[in-house]
């Protein structure tokens, strides 16, 4: 099945810094990538997403890249805020139903 | 607007108990449903998922089941509680189009 694996456990920047978190798949047939937001304690929000028919897509402030032939994507935050801190996981799926989600990655924004 | 409601917001259970949790959906009709499992610190692994009501698909065995006896209604279950069953259970919703919307969950600590 499909794994997905998110490459920084923990990521530190200061205020106002750019933050990049990046995840691989290995499945080729995924299409879809979303990712979500996970405040301490709480559940997940999602955040932002890129299916296969773009290569990148920019919200506000975040932007995520999507490379194919790698099989890589990756999320971008611009000029970071400590309310950007959190746990934020990548996922990846192929079809409807089955979304496999990486191991997080812990976000601080130090002011 | 929609809505999900988890109950409860936490239980605390002993090894070997019976175990029911829910989640409903209020706004939105024939939402696809999904029960995902967070060990703490950790990933999400996806449990279930269930298109329409009386048909739930199992994604993982651990001993637990779902059901869902209404178009709105969610309910995962076991009779036998396990050390291994602690975490965060949450309930999501999506349209099909693969963008998976969260309830609060509930934190389970089995002892």
């Known amino acids: 099945g499909e794994k997905v694996e998110q490459h920084e456990s923990t990521l530190s920047v200061r205020e106002g810094d750019s933050a990049v978190i990046n995840c691989t798949y290995t499945d080729t047939a995924s299409s879809y990538f979303p990712w979500y937001k996970q405040e301490a304690g709480k559940s997940l929000h999602f955040v932002i997403d890129?299916?296969?028919?773009?290569d990148r897509k920019q919200s506000q402030r975040l932007t995520v890249l999507l490379d194919k032939k790698a099989k890589r994507f990756s999320l971008h935050i611009t000029a970071t805020q400590p309310e950007d801190s959190a746990i934020y996981f990548c996922a990846a799926s192929k079809g409807y139903n089955k979304l496999t989600f990486g191991k997080g990655t812990v976000l601080l924004v130090s002011p | 607007a929609q809505t999900i409601h988890q109950w409860p917001v936490a239980e605390i259970k002993a090894v070997g108990s019976p175990l029911s949790l829910g989640c409903t959906i209020k706004?939105?009709?024939?939402?696809?449903l999904y029960w995902y499992w967070q060990a703490t610190g950790g990933t999400l692994q996806q449990l279930f998922y269930?298109?329409?009501?009386?048909?739930v698909e199992s994604v993982v065995q651990l001993n637990l089941s779902a059901s869902r006896p209404k178009d709105d209604q969610f309910i995962l279950s076991t009779e036998k509680l396990l050390l291994s069953h602690s975490g965060f259970y949450l309930c999501?919703?999506?349209?099909?189009?693969?963008?998976?919307?969260f309830g609060a969950g509930t934190r389970l600590s089995v002892l």
């Open positions: 999501a919703w999506s349209t099909g189009e693969n963008t998976l919307y």
């Open positions: 706004g939105k009709s024939s939402p696809n």
């Open positions: 890129i299916r296969s028919n773009v």
């Open positions: 269930s298109i329409t009501v009386g048909q």
